[in-house]
């Protein structure tokens, strides 16, 4: 799912707010939720998984959409 998030325009790859140019990931409980928008759009999905250490942060969408 993560790879057409660019194509369908969900996280703008040039954007005059660079924040929105990144997924937010938070890992929380057992829980992995990936979060992505441009202010007009949003998407977000989870999944199980076994966390370690909770927290959350951003990474830059193109890392994620890089072939």
């Given at each position: 799912?993560?790879?057409?998030?660019?194509?369908?325009g969900?996280?703008?790859?040039?954007?005059?707010?660079?924040?929105?140019?990144?997924?937010?990931?938070?890992?929380?409980?057992?829980?992995?939720?990936?979060t992505?928008?441009?202010?007009?759009?949003?998407?977000?999905?989870?999944?199980?998984?076994?966390?370690?250490k909770?927290?959350?942060?951003?990474?830059?969408?193109?890392?994620?959409t890089?072939a």
């Amino acid at each position: 799912m993560i790879m057409y998030l660019a194509e369908i325009g969900v996280y703008e790859r040039k954007s005059t707010i660079p924040i929105l140019s990144n997924l937010l990931v938070e890992a929380k409980g057992s829980r992995l939720t990936i979060t992505a928008t441009d202010l007009e759009l949003s998407i977000r999905t989870s999944c199980e998984v076994k966390v370690k250490k909770e927290g959350a942060g951003t990474i830059p969408g193109h890392l994620w959409t890089a072939a």
